[in-house]
T-cell receptor, first 115, second 111 residues
Framework: GAVVSQHPSRVICKSGTSVKIECRSL??????MFWYRQFPKQSLMLMAT?????????EQGVEKDKFLINHASLTLSTLTVTSAHPEDSSFYIC???????????FGSGTQLSVL | QKEVEQDPGPLSVPEGAIVSLNCTYS??????FMWYRQYSRKGPELLMY????GNKEDGRFTAQVDKSSKYISLFIRDSQPSDSATYLC???????????FGKGTLLTVNP
């Protein structure tokens, strides 16, 4: 299957700082990337859909000014958690697809801990 | 009624058992059906991908889709301890890429 690389795998930061998470499709061009959040023992919650060259579409209840998404190329999307607070601590996962109905491949996830 | 229902388990079986995992759904627009395996604190790994109704087999894994009953299944034959993970069903349809996930079933295969 296709490879999606996500970095960092784990980050610990102080409250009030910003954290950037990168998601790269290594062997295919991803027209669309998705960002999910997952709490312990729960399923994935879609945060936003990112399309190359256009603004991200955020799910209801997700603050777009807090979770900044940039999809500057067909192989790279970034999620920046701005002014992080302890309640933002979670497991963040990106995924990438080549098109509608195509397979969706996931990154390895980023565990964010905000102190 | 949630769009996708999946029994969260946990499900515990002995090594070598046949495992059956299931999901039901309510949205008749779903056309693409997937099963993912997720180990703790890792991203989901795509196991099976099926379009519309029918069966698909890959090694020890068999996926079944019954669109008339809005029911999908994943069977694991000769289960191994390394199969211990959370299994997520996911589906999509219509004009968008979005996947709707089940809550996941936690499976433990005991040696």
């Amino acid at each position: 299957g296709a490879v999606v690389s996500q970095h960092p795998s784990r980050v610990i930061c102080k409250s009030g700082t910003s954290v950037k998470i990168e998601c790269r499709s290594l062997d295919f061009q991803a027209t669309t990337m998705f960002w999910y959040r997952q709490f312990p023992k729960q399923s994935l919650m879609l945060m936003a859909t990112s399309n190359e060259g256009s603004k991200a579409t955020y799910e209801q209840g997700v603050e777009k000014d807090k979770f900044l998404i940039n999809h500057a190329s067909l192989t790279l999307s970034t999620l920046t958690v701005t002014s992080a607070h302890p309640e933002d601590s979670s497991f963040y996962i990106c995924s990438a697809s080549t098109g509608i109905g195509e397979k969706l491949f996931f990154g390895s996830g980023t565990q964010l801990s905000v102190l | 009624q949630k769009e996708v229902e999946q029994d969260p388990g946990p499900l515990s079986v002995p090594e070598g058992a046949i495992v059956s995992l299931n999901c039901t759904y309510s949205n008749s627009a779903f056309q693409y059906f997937m099963w993912y395996r997720q180990y703790s604190r890792k991203g989901p790994e795509l196991l099976m991908y099926t379009y519309s109704s029918g069966n698909k087999e890959d090694g020890r894994f068999t996926a079944q889709v019954d669109k008339s009953s809005k029911y999908i299944s994943l069977f694991i034959r000769d289960s191994q301890p390394s199969d211990s993970a959370t299994y997520l069903c996911a589906m999509s349809g219509g004009s968008n890429y979005k996947l709707t996930f089940g809550k996941g079933t936690l499976l433990t295969v005991n040696p």
